[in-house]
């Protein structure tokens, strides 16, 4: 008999009928005459109620029923008459697949702190939180590759080794088969990577988008969902050195069609998980972040901002507020101006648009003012950048021009200027953080806790 979820069970309108059920002990409490076991089983916040009749199960075979260990029992559906829960489970047999003893398992009592289940991440799942944010990162999934699959887009596979180090998005990782004991040397004393695996310098990806250019310049409309690496030394609550990225890349979209993409995508997105991880949100709302949902509907419900990157600085310079990082016009922006935008400026999502040439990539649109570029990033609430992205420069010479004005390899960019010899055509894209959107999404506010098992400086346990 195929084992029904307990979230399917709860939601069960009939009763009286032979069921089994199999899941990890949460709780188990009672008295001499009966026993309730709470069981869950990973697919719902809700645990099963298992009600134990001492008398046709002795108490010495519940011993092994502890917190944490797996059981299977067999028994009947009834209606239940404790408050909480409709149904319940009364055990006529019970077996312990594994045992969890009481003095070593971590996740005895409620309550853990966050920084202590990222400690011990590969048991965190079992949490209710933890739980939650991973069923929430499951259909958020879902719900992109569900986007673009009804909007025409193709999920389009791009390198996680690549060749060029020309994007420029954050430092990369070396990947090398190389041994670094006895690293083979050139004449001059360089480091001889022709007897390399690849046979030249590699490195871990930091950005799809190159090679999602050429997708998009032969399928018209492609996504790339996968993760990417960036070696930057950035402790922060948003920053992860491997973390999954949503890179969509279209032909014939100017800037304005990809901010409303980007714009649409979000909410949809957003709308999605509100309308079917209901219950998950809303447990995270009672634990969490009691403004969540209504920042979620919030969101879905108004436009977001467009705004000049000028406007943007003049409007930080005029707010009187003491930054710790300066905000002239040619600086990047840091995640406090983004946020006094979002948070207490506008009060709602920002897209800046039109920031000046020197701090975005070489690939961006150049304006006709000659100092700034066709880029465009998405700021939310409780975030900042949620998603850069830019309408690209299509035209061969202004790219090949600004690649020589920035001294990078025209040699190594070869293909990529190509695209602009044959059949160039405007196009557009994207970069959505997937970790960022959580983070939005669940409430939470370290970054390493939306991933199952987080990658930072110092940290790649598990
Ligand atoms: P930031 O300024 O926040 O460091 P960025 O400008 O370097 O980000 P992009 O290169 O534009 O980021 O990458 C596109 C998107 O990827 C960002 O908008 C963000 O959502 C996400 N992102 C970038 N770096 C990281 C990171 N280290 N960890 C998690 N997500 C990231
Ligand atoms: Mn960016």
Redesign the pocket.
Known sequence: MKTQRIAEILKSTTTDYDITVKGWVRTKRGNKNVAFIALNDGSCVGNIQVVVDLQKIQEEELKAVTTGSCIRVDGKLVKSLGAGQGVEVQAEKIEVYGTADPDTYPLQKKGHSLEFLRDIAYLRPRTNTFGAVFRIRHAMAYAIHKYFNDHGFYYWHTPLITGSDCEG??AMFNVTTMDLNNLPRTEDGQIDYSQDFYGKPCNLTV?GQLEGELGALALGQIYTFGPTF?A?N?NTP????E?W?IEPEMAFYELEENMELAEDFLKYLIRYALENCREDLEFMNKMWDKELIERLEFVIKNDFVRLDYTEGIEILKASGRKFEFPCDWGCDLQSEHERYLVEEHFKRPVILINYPKDIKAFYMKQNEDGKTVRAM?VLFPKI?????GSEREADYGKLTARVKELQMSEAELWWYLDTRRWGSAPHSGF???F??LLLFVTGMAN?RDVIPFPRTPNNAEF
């Open positions: 998005a954050g950005s960036r930057e950035s948003r920053h992860l050195s973390f990225m990033d900042g950048e949620i998603i850069g970069g959505l953080g970790e960022r970054i």
